[in-house]
């Protein structure tokens, strides 16, 4: 019996060393949602804002590696499998992006254009011009926990 509870313990541990673990929850919880999820009880129909609302968190969580939220989040809202153009999401949100901003989800374009108040220098379009937040690149898409704190 101390033998099984020693192989348990280890077990544990490695899965938690290797994420693994957090991983096997949140695909347990997406499972059980599958399962609960009453399909007789009609969704209301998808509006154009929670279209583009749900793109602009999905794309954040699946750059983040958070795929089963992103799994749960398509599933529980009926957002299309397939995930919207970039581009069009960009232009339907009259966002213009520098070519650092393509590299991260839109979100944080958009977070950094009302961090910095809106105060971009951008004389040749009337649209909003996102620009890439300072995070370090080798910070995203760790989880907050890996991540270095100021």
Same mark, same amino acid.
Do not use: C, M, W
């Given at each position: 019996?101390?033998?099984?509870?020693?192989?348990?313990?280890?077990?544990?541990?490695?899965?938690?060393? *290797?994420?693994? %673990?957090?991983?096997? +929850?949140?695909?347990?919880? /997406?499972? #059980?949602?599958? &399962?609960?999820?009453? @399909?007789? $009880?009609?969704?209301?129909?998808?509006?154009?804002?929670?279209?583009?609302?749900?793109?602009?968190? *999905?794309?954040? %969580?699946?750059?983040? +590696?958070?795929?089963?939220? /992103?799994? #749960?989040?398509? &599933?529980?809202?009926? @957002?299309? $499998?397939?995930?919207?153009?970039?581009?069009?999401?960009?232009?339907?949100?009259?966002?213009?992006?520098?070519?650092?901003?393509?590299?991260?989800?839109?979100?944080?374009?958009?977070?950094?254009?009302?961090?910095?108040?809106?105060?971009? $220098?951008?004389?040749?379009?009337?649209?909003?011009?996102?620009?890439?937040?300072?995070?370090?690149?080798?910070?995203?898409?760790?989880?907050?926990?890996?991540?270095?704190?100021?």
């Amino acid at each position: 019996i101390l033998t099984d509870l020693f192989i348990i313990t280890v077990l544990k541990d490695t899965l938690e060393k *290797r994420g693994a %673990l957090g991983q096997i +929850k949140a695909r347990i919880r /997406a499972e #059980v949602f599958n &399962a609960l999820d009453d @399909q007789s $009880e009609p969704r209301p129909p998808l509006s154009h804002e929670n279209l583009l609302i749900n793109e602009l968190i *999905r794309e954040y %969580l699946e750059y983040n +590696k958070y795929k089963y939220a /992103a799994s #749960v989040l398509t &599933a529980e809202s009926g @957002q299309p $499998e397939v995930p919207l153009d970039r581009q069009f999401l960009a232009k339907e949100l009259n966002v213009v992006e520098d070519t650092n901003g393509k590299s991260v989800p839109l979100l944080y374009g958009i977070l950094s254009h009302f961090l910095h108040g809106g105060k971009e $220098e951008n004389t040749q379009n009337a649209f909003p011009k996102v620009f890439l937040l300072n995070y370090p690149k080798q910070n995203l898409g760790k989880p907050p926990t890996e991540r270095n704190q100021k």
